[in-house]
């Protein structure tokens, strides 16, 4: 049972390239979320989807887009890396009920953006 | 402000001890509250969700207070095995089931 499957796992980048982080779940779930993690700022909310075909902004989406074209993948593009990019990158899905708190995290992506 | 705040920490306690962590949130609006904790460099693993009258998982014990928006986590009996970080999330089911999360705090159970 994989659960959220991230990948790449690691990648380094120079400023201005682009690339696409892919998570998959296999839980059927509807709602799907991409953090990203830095030192002492927590995980921050940067695009999330409640279904396929739709997603929206969280905290900090600029610098990044994303598409759910199939429910089980989110992905998560960068169109031209900057510094300020370098992060750990977790994927995220859960079920949509009211009062149902787990969200099942992906092992996370780290970045290097030079 | 900050939607979750809590003490960063670090916490270092003997093995046996006792330690309590706490967290506020902002928006009252919060409907679930949880622990979760993220061992060093892996991904974050719910610990316990956290229910108005206080629940009890094991050693562990979670309070929430809705009237002062406080959220706490006790742990009894600290093992070498609880070193990590715990994270206090809130979520708000109306706002697309988005969770909150604080920046944690580091526990080290020292031998």
């Known amino acids: 049972n994989a659960g959220v499957t991230q990948t790449p796992k690691f990648r380094v980048l120079k400023t201005g390239q682009s690339m696409t982080l892919l998570c998959a779940q296999d839980m059927n779930h509807e709602y799907m979320y991409w953090y990203r993690q830095d030192p002492g700022m927590g995980l921050r909310l940067i695009h999330y989807s409640v279904g396929e075909g739709t997603t929206a902004k969280g905290e900090v989406p600029d610098g990044y887009n994303v598409s759910r074209l199939k429910k089980q993948n989110f992905l998560l593009g960068l169109e031209s890396a900057a510094p300020s990019q370098t992060s750990v990158y977790f994927c995220a899905s859960s079920y949509p009920f009211l009062y149902t708190g787990e969200l099942f995290f992906g092992e996370g992506s780290r970045l290097t953006v030079l | 402000r900050k939607e979750v705040e809590q003490d960063p920490g670090p916490f270092n306690v003997p093995e046996g001890a006792t330690v309590a962590f706490n967290c506020t949130y902002s928006n009252s609006a919060s409907q679930s509250f949880f622990w979760y904790r993220q061992d060093c460099r892996k991904e974050p693993k719910l610990l316990m969700s956290?229910?108005?009258s206080g629940n009890e998982d094991g050693r562990f014990t979670a309070q929430l207070n809705r009237a002062s928006q406080y959220i706490s986590l006790l742990i009894r009996d600290s093992k070498l095995s609880d070193s990590a970080t715990y994270l206090c999330v809130v979520n708000r089911p109306r706002t697309g089931n988005q969770f909150y999360f604080g920046t944690g705090t580091s526990l080290t159970v020292i031998p």
């Open positions: 956290v229910y108005s």
